[in-house]
């Protein structure tokens, strides 16, 4: 989706002459052409980052030397954390040379940029701030970026489809129980998975900036698409797959291919958006179920770019032949964990997300789903392993109080044992906890009543030496302990809060950060912090004590 900004040489008058204080010049090479008028703005949504807005956008122009500048600017934007854009020229005069984000978009070391030709007399243009989520971005009216063009004609772009090996479909698959074809979606430098390789690729390179995992990412998650070069860090050098593989598309989705008898058949099409997977966290994956499967049969899919050209062709996968297979135990493909194979040396990993539902296996014998009939079962390595087995439907609900110990599901049928099992384990995410304690350096607290642990036995912050004004300030550290012998935690990086009615009576706001100066006619309350995973520390509470008081 595009939002198109014409800028003929009229309209760049009328919007900047009084902007600019510059008087716009007309200029042709060849003596016949205004090669400014030629230049044409398109702005591409997915500029607009969360809140992002700006009223409009348009572009002015100057001649310097043998090259032609070109200036975006936008106006009355508010926190524009990227920009992307789409440019017409004459390219029988203007050879695109580069584009860059001006000062005013944000810090050189901030932002990453990329311009790309893409036909002849059109380019595409980008920047994005790192981590555009938690920058303000550029709000106002001003220039934004800068195009540099040399009054020669442009190099010719060739015309290219992905049929590489690099944009085979990843892990392609054959499941014989459901009769499934499945594979991960695979199309280089489509950082943002919606089928073409343009600038607005940018943005989750941005997002995931600086992110790193030795060894690689998970094939399945969304970083492993990021990493453009796979060498296990985003950074800088991702800005490369993006150049090469600009263009590229995948917007017509997968084509599946049959094989009968070594004639190949394209027997069906599945557009991106069926795609199953959250884009922003996950590598997108696809299935299939072909209509009438047989032994012998093969299958593969192919990325379409949109206009009818097919991508790589992959190995394809087979129906096999079954002949008295034994039994097997066979988790559906839907319920897979995104971590692990379900292998000895790599089991399956439980998170704190998945470990509430249910999974659902098969026991098949001789290729054939048996589950639920009689003498089938079943069964876990370990029975604390499991909640419950319903035999009947091969559904599981894993225990998640059975935690980082390795077990495994396997089955019987007619007396014969599968041949293999499944294996498990479930890793729940370590959550510290959080104490509040008086600060032990705090000689404030040195003639304060009560522990503050309970309401009866609450500090009784106002006494004698409290001045009139409330001017005693009373610190907080904070701990994963409550007596201060585990790791200490920055009071910085807490919210502080009061339970104290009227709101007002931390009259210094916890400022600084924990640190409280109650007002001196507080009524009974407490006081507690949060860290940013919203775990909230324990209460301390505090009461008025008379005054003057004994």
Not at 94 to 102: I, K
Not at 269 to 277: C, D, F, R, T
Request: hydrophobic residues 35%.
């Amino acid at each position: 989706m595009w939002i198109r900004f014409a800028t003929g040489l009229s309209l760049l008058l009328a919007l900047f002459a009084c902007a600019c204080g510059n008087t716009m010049k007309q200029f042709s090479t060849d003596g016949n052409r205004d090669i400014t008028a030629s230049l044409s703005l398109r702005v591409m949504d997915e500029s607009f980052i969360g809140a992002a807005s700006a009223d409009s956008f348009g572009i002015s122009s100057r001649r310097q030397g043998d090259e032609l500048i070109v200036s975006v600017r936008a106006n009355r934007a508010n926190h524009l954390t990227a920009l992307y854009y789409e440019l017409d020229f004459d390219g029988a005069q203007l050879n695109p040379l580069d584009a860059a984000p001006t000062t005013a978009f944000g810090n050189e070391d901030d932002t990453l940029s990329l311009m790309q030709p893409t036909a002849m007399g059109q380019l595409q243009a980008g920047q994005v701030l790192v981590h555009p989520d938690e920058q303000n971005g550029f709000s106002g009216s001003g220039e934004l970026a800068l195009l540099r063009f040399r009054l020669e004609p442009q190099a010719r772009i060739a015309s290219k489809v992905n049929d590489s090996a690099k944009a085979t479909p990843l892990q392609l698959t054959w499941d014989n129980d459901p009769k499934l074809l499945s594979w991960l979606y695979n199309n280089p430098a489509d950082y943002d998975q919606n089928g073409e390789v343009n600038v607005a690729d940018l943005t989750p390179l941005a997002q995931h900036f600086n992110k790193s995992q030795t060894g690689g990412f998970p094939i399945g998650k969304v970083e492993s698409v990021v990493d453009g070069d796979g060498n296990g860090v985003i950074n800088l050098s991702d800005i490369t797959p993006i150049g090469v593989n600009f263009g590229n598309a995948g917007s017509g989705g997968y084509h599946v291919f049959e094989i009968v008898s070594a004639v190949h058949s394209d027997i069906d099409n599945l557009a991106i958006s069926s795609a199953s997977g959250d884009k922003s966290k996950d590598r997108l994956s696809f299935s299939y179920s072909p209509g009438n499967p047989l032994p012998g049969n093969g299958y593969y899919p192919r990325l379409d770019d949109g206009s009818g050209n097919l991508g790589f062709s992959p190995e394809p996968v087979f129906v096999p032949e079954v002949i008295d297979n034994p039994p097997f135990i066979v988790l559906d493909f839907l319920d897979k964990p995104s971590q692990g194979s379900g292998t000895l040396a790599d089991p399956y990993v439980l998170t704190d997300t998945i470990i509430g539902n249910s999974f659902t296996f098969r026991i098949t014998d001789d290729g054939i789903d048996v589950t639920g009939d009689a003498g089938v079962e079943i069964r876990a390595s370990d029975a604390g392993a499991t909640q419950s087995i319903d035999q009947a439907t091969g559904e599981v609900q894993f225990n998640a109080a059975f935690t980082d110990t390795q077990f495994s599901l396997d089955g019987v049928a007619a007396g014969v044992d599968t041949q293999n099992s499944l294996h498990f384990i479930y890793v729940p995410e370590v959550v510290e906890l959080l104490y509040i304690i008086p600060d032990p350096a705090d000689t404030d607290w040195a003639t304060v009543e009560g522990d503050g642990l309970t309401p009866e036995t609450a500090f009784k912050v106002r006494n004698v030496s409290f001045n009139s004004d409330g001017s005693i300030e009373f610190s907080f550290v904070a701990n994963t302990l409550p007596d201060g012998s585990g790791t200490a935690v920055d009071v910085n990086t807490l919210t502080w809060h009061a339970d104290i009615p009227p709101p007002n009576y931390i009259i210094n706001s916890w400022t600084p950060a924990g640190t409280a100066r109650f007002h001196p006619t507080l009524t009974s309350g407490y006081v507690y912090a949060k860290n940013g995973d919203g775990v909230e520390s324990n209460h301390i509470y505090v009461v008025a004590k008379a005054f003057p008081g004994p």
